[in-house]
């Protein structure tokens, strides 16, 4: 079945420390991924998408996302974390080959930023 | 910027009655979708909507829940007889037709319902 694993349920760093964010999926065929962000009590607001080409894709906010198929994942970076990124993150999928274009998503991972 | 508007923002229902949740996506697009997210967990697909018809539904999305376009600009998903596991944060998205798989996401309905 195809699946979208975030492996880490909560992350926290300090200010200005480099943060990554895991995201594995498992598709027959290479999907359409994305990354998300949600701050409490918000709606979900696209920060970076991947469907070809360049393998490193850049964001709002300064996050930036690479595509490594070899590992099947799609890892969130941003080079120096501010207190406002604190919020969760979802990584979605979406399979361009089933005719469908519903997202899964993954169970998200909690930012925490500590001053 | 265009955004995808929900309201109300915040629902609370007794057990058995009817709710609507409603929606307005961005003017020009094609496709129309409900997620739900139950609090502390994944964000999970219910229904997408195009051309005045549903073109896939989840397990989840059973006989208790219907969506409708009733006009130009409106998109509405309808819980028949809530149940206490209906209480989640729903989510009402919409894409365009070039651009079919960047959904764009509403605030977001919180459905408690008691």
């Known amino acids: 079945a195809q699946s979208v694993t975030q492996p880490d349920i909560h992350i926290t760093v300090s200010e200005g420390a480099s943060l990554e964010l895991r995201c594995n999926y498992s598709y027959g065929a290479t999907p359409y991924l994305f990354w998300y962000v949600q701050s409490p009590g918000q709606g979900l607001q696209l920060l970076l998408k991947y469907f070809s080409g360049d393998t490193l894709v850049q964001g709002i906010k300064g996050f930036e996302a690479e595509f490594k198929r070899s590992q099947s994942s799609f890892n969130l970076r941003k080079p120096s974390v501010h207190w406002s990124d604190a919020a969760e993150y979802f990584c979605?999928?979406?399979?361009?080959?089933?005719?469908?274009?519903?997202?899964?998503f993954g169970t998200g991972t909690r930012l925490k930023v500590l001053a | 910027e265009p955004e995808v508007t929900q309201t109300p923002s915040h629902q609370v229902t007794q057990m058995g009655q009817e709710v609507i949740l409603r929606c307005v996506p961005i003017s020009n697009h094609l496709y129309f979708y409900w997620y739900r997210q139950i609090l502390g967990q994944k964000v999970e697909f219910l229904v997408s909507?195009?051309?005045?018809?549903?073109?896939?539904k989840s397990e989840i999305f059973d006989d208790q829940f219907s969506v409708e376009r009733p006009d130009g600009s409106n998109f509405t998903l309808k819980i028949r007889s809530t149940k206490l596991e209906d209480s989640a944060m729903y989510f009402c998205a919409s894409s365009g037709q070039i651009k079919y798989y960047e959904q764009y996401f509403g605030p977001g309905t919180r459905l408690t319902v008691t």
């Open positions: 909507f195009y051309n005045n018809e549903i073109s896939e």
């Open positions: 979605a999928v979406a399979n361009p080959t089933s005719g469908t274009y519903k997202y899964i």
